[in-house]
T-cell receptor, first 111, second 114 residues
Framework: QKEVEQDPGPLSVPEGAIVSLNCTYSNSAFQYFMWYRQYSRKGPELLMYTYSSGNKEDGRFTAQVDKSSKYISLFIRDSQPSDSATYLC???????????FGKGTKLTVNP | DAGITQSPRYKITETGRQVTLMCHQTWSHSYMFWYRQDLGHGLRLIYYSAAADITDKGEVPDGYVVSRSKTENFPLTLESATRSQTSVYFCASSDFSRSYNEQFFGPGTRLTVL
């Protein structure tokens, strides 16, 4: 079992839809949870991070972590064609320099 | 140019040849990483380095060699390329100044081994 599982999709939605992207993880030692966004033929870039359980909101994006169920979510409200990308969840243990990535979910937002 | 750069961006080589992928960062970040990204596997860590002359294996190190004589450079060498090493390779760096260890990625090198 991989430490982080993510449905690779692909996911296709109409513009304006609410998008829900999810990951599960197996190691309870993970404390930091991140979402990276990767546009086609580009390197990933950090979109959001959360520490431990809870929600974090940034504009149209909300990151949610439920440590009791080991579930990580990213919600995108009012999705735009510019949100079309691959979204990768990532986790790390406290003090660790290494990140563990999910496989990524490819999202397409259709105008 | 400021940031993290990789060269070449595209490379085609033949089985058995030695190939070196270059990575250069201008931030003086202490940590540097090499990943490969393959369909169905996502990003997998090959090697990483905490500082000059300090390197360590990641998840998939076999067939790869790294060195880090200067903080800003972290080359990755495929000593004898195999078809299974056809992939997109990403270099990343981090200063680990934040507890959540944000990593900054380069644009990637697309390597094809024939």
């Amino acid at each position: 079992q991989k430490e982080v599982e993510q449905d690779p999709g692909p996911l296709s939605v109409p513009e304006g839809a609410i998008v829900s992207l999810n990951c599960t993880y197996s190691n309870s030692a993970f404390q930091y949870f991140m979402w990276y966004r990767q546009y086609s033929r580009k390197g990933p870039e950090l979109l959001m991070y959360t520490y431990s359980s809870g929600n974090k909101e940034d504009g149209r994006f909300t990151a949610q972590v439920d440590k009791s169920s080991k579930y990580i979510s990213l919600f995108i409200r009012d999705s735009q064609p510019s949100d079309s990308a691959t979204y990768l969840c990532a986790t790390s243990k406290g003090g660790s320099e290494k990140l563990v990535f999910g496989k990524g979910t490819k999202l397409t937002v259709n105008p | 140019d400021a940031g993290i750069t990789q060269s070449p961006r595209y490379k085609i080589t033949e089985t058995g040849r030695q190939v070196t992928l270059m990575c250069h960062q201008t931030w003086s970040h202490s940590y540097m990483f090499w990943y490969r990204q393959d369909l169905g596997h996502g990003l997998r860590l090959i090697y990483y380095s905490a500082a000059a002359d300090i390197t360590d294996k990641g998840e998939v190190p076999d067939g790869y060699v790294v060195s880090r004589s200067k903080t800003e450079n972290f080359p990755l060498t495929l000593e004898s390329a195999t078809r299974s090493q056809t992939s997109v390779y990403f270099c990343a760096s981090s200063d680990f100044s934040r507890s959540y260890n944000e990593q900054f990625f380069g644009p990637g090198t697309r390597l094809t081994v024939l």
